[in-house]
């Protein structure tokens, strides 16, 4: 069975598709934030203008127009619909790295107060910068990571109080 993924766009707009239909577009990246697509033969180019890995929430800038898209996978489809709440069951402490990646920028230091959303660090990767944000308001209990680390999968890379 292959995995099912939902995208809404501008809150408005719900597209369904699978990892089969994922993997036959035809598609490159020239830069880290660009993704040529070649569509029913026309040529569109693409630009990731903001990204949210962990609320997988994306900017996307087509031929001028900018979308906001929410992508969800077939686990958050199911959570949603028995009205479950990750973040209601536990309280997050640590960040740890979502995939391997290199710590390009770290925006907080340890004691600093962070609001719910607010950057923490950018990690590259996949030649994509994602911005991860605090799940919650917190203090910045310690930040084992520094700029230009490789990380690995769930690395800590800040630990909060």
Do not use: C
């Not at 369904?16 to 490159?28: G, P, R, W, Y």
């Not at 709440?85 to 600093?112: R, Y």
């Amino acid at each position: 069975m292959s995995k099912l993924y939902k995208a809404k766009v501008n809150d408005e707009f719900e597209f369904e598709f699978t990892q089969e239909e994922i993997d036959k577009v035809d598609s490159f990246s020239p830069t880290s934030k660009q993704i040529h697509i070649l569509h029913e033969n026309q040529s569109v180019t693409t630009e990731v203008i903001q990204q949210n890995f962990n609320q997988q929430a994306y900017q996307i800038k087509v031929n001028s127009n900018i979308y906001k898209v929410q992508i969800s996978n077939d686990l958050d489809v199911l959570i949603k619909e028995m009205g479950l709440s990750l973040a209601a069951s536990s309280q997050i402490n640590e960040i740890k790295a979502p995939m391997p990646g290199l710590i390009l920028d770290i925006k907080v230091e340890e004691g600093q107060e962070v609001k719910e959303g607010e950057t923490l660090l950018i990690l590259e990767a996949m030649k994509m910068e994602n911005s991860i944000t605090a799940p919650r308001d917190a203090v910045i209990k310690k930040v084992p990571i520094t700029q230009g680390n490789t990380v690995a999968k769930n690395e800590l890379l800040i630990e909060m109080e």
